[in-house]
C-alpha cells in the first residue's frame, strides 16, 4: 500500500480526511495513477481535494512481490487469479485501510479491479467498510471485447498454452510471453506495430510522450492463471470463478463440476455506485453490466441517470448523490 494523506499546502480540508482506495487495472501497478502531472493524475487531485488516498498494488507487481515462503521464481507463487484477490487481497486491503482511518472507504477501481470489486460486494463482504464504489472502463463480461490481438489470445485461452509450456508468470516484458505474442502476431489480420493499441484499442486522451512515460514504469507481471480466466470470461460469456477444466477438480474446489457463477443481479447492497466508459469504446459489455446490475438495491425505483461529459465520455450513476 502507498498513502497520501493530504496534498500541497494541506490539502483543502479540514478534520478528519476521507479515505479513497485507488485500485488499478491489470498488467499495471499503482504507479498509472501518478504518472501524469499533479494536475491530471487522479490520486494528486484527491489528495488536494482533502482526500486521504490510499493506493494499493496487487500481488505480482513490483511492490507486492512479497511472500512468507515463496519466491517469485517458484511457479506455486503465481498459482492464483482474480479469485483469490476476491478471496483474500481485497478484504485485507479494505481490513488495513479501516483499521488505520476508522472510516468506511470510497473505491476507484479501473478495469479488471473493478470486476474483483463487483464479485466481492456480490458475496456480501464489504457492506461494512465501503461507502461507495466507482467503476472506470469497467470489466466484467467480456463477450464484445473488438481487439484482434484480444480476441485471438483469449480464443486460444492465453495461459491454457503458456501453462502448457511451464509459464507461470505472464510478464509482457519477458521472453516466454514476448515470443507468444509475436506468434500471435503472425496471424492474418493481426497488425502488431503498435502493440499497445493492437490489445487495448486506439486510445484517444494519451499522446506519444504520455504513452513513452508509461512505458517506462509498465506493464507489470501478473498470473498466467489470471489472463487464463479472464479468456474464459470471454470464451464462456459469464462471470465465473476459475474453471480448472476438468470436472473432478472443479469438484474438489466448488462441489461441484462447473465452476459457480458469480451472479452481478444479485449484488443488493445499498451502496452508490458509479461506471464510467470512453464514448469511443465498444460499450456492449457495460451495457450488459449495467442491464445485470439494475436491480442491484432497494433504490432501483430512483431513475438510472446517463450524463454525457466532455471528449465523448458517459457517467452512470445509481445513486442521486453522484449527480454531484
Excluded at 265 to 289: A, C, K, N, Q
Aim: proline residues 5%; aromatic residues 12%.
Amino acid at each position: 500500500m502507498q498513502r497520501i494523506p493530504e496534498g500541497r499546502g494541506g490539502g483543502g480540508g479540514r478534520g478528519r480526511r476521507q479515505p479513497v482506495l485507488l485500485q488499478h487495472g491489470v498488467l499495471v501497478d499503482g504507479m498509472t495513477w501518478l504518472l501524469n502531472s499533479p494536475e491530471e493524475s487522479l490520486g494528486f487531485i484527491l489528495a488536494g481535494r482533502g482526500f486521504d488516498v490510499w493506493i494499493a498494488n496487487s500481488r505480482g507487481t513490483r511492490w507486492s512481490w512479497g511472500h512468507v515462503s515463496l519466491d517469485s521464481s517458484d511457479s506455486a507463487y503465481w498459482q492464483w487469479s482474480w479469485d483469490e484477490l476476491v478471496a483474500y487481497d481485497l478484504p485485507a486491503i479494505f481490513d488495513f485501510v479501516y483499521q488505520q482511518t476508522g472510516q468506511k472507504l470510497d473505491y476507484v477501481g479501473r478495469s479488471m479491479r473493478t470486476l474483483i470489486a463487483l464479485a466481492y460486494v456480490f458475496e456480501g463482504r464489504l457492506i461494512d467498510k465501503l461507502r461507495s464504489a466507482a467503476s472506470l472502463s469497467p470489466v466484467a463480461y467480456l463477450t464484445h471485447m473488438t481487439t484482434p490481438i484480444g480476441i485471438l489470445a483469449a480464443k486460444a485461452f492465453i495461459g491454457e498454452i503458456t501453462t502448457g509450456l511451464g509459464i507461470a508468470e505472464f510478464n509482457p516484458k519477458g521472453m516466454p510471453v514476448t515470443n507468444f505474442l509475436k506468434t500471435l502476431c503472425k496471424n492474418p489480420g493481426i497488425g502488431c506495430y503498435d502493440l499497445m493499441t493492437s490489445f487495448i484499442g486506439k486510445n484517444y486522451c494519451l499522446n506519444e510522450s504520455t504513452v513513452e512515460v508509461f512505458l517506462k514504469y509498465e506493464p507489470q507481471s501478473t498470473s498466467t492463471r489470471n489472463m487464463v480466466h479472464l479468456a474464459q470470461t470471454f470464451r464462456d460469456g459469464s462471470v465465473s470463478k476459475y474453471d480448472y477444466e476438468r470436472k473432478y477438480m472443479n469438484m474438489r474446489y466448488y462441489g461441484q463440476t462447473k465452476a459457480p457463477v458469480y451472479k452481478m443481479s444479485s449484488i443488493h447492497v445499498d451502496v452508490p455506485m458509479l461506471l464510467s466508459y470512453g464514448g469511443r469504446d465498444d460499450s456492449g459489455d457495460v451495457e450488459l453490466l449495467l442491464d445485470s446490475l439494475k436491480f442491484h438495491s432497494p433504490l432501483r425505483p430512483r431513475r438510472l441517470h446517463h450524463r454525457r461529459l466532455r471528449q465523448g465520455f458517459r457517467l452512470r450513476c445509481y445513486h442521486p448523490i453522484l449527480q454531484h
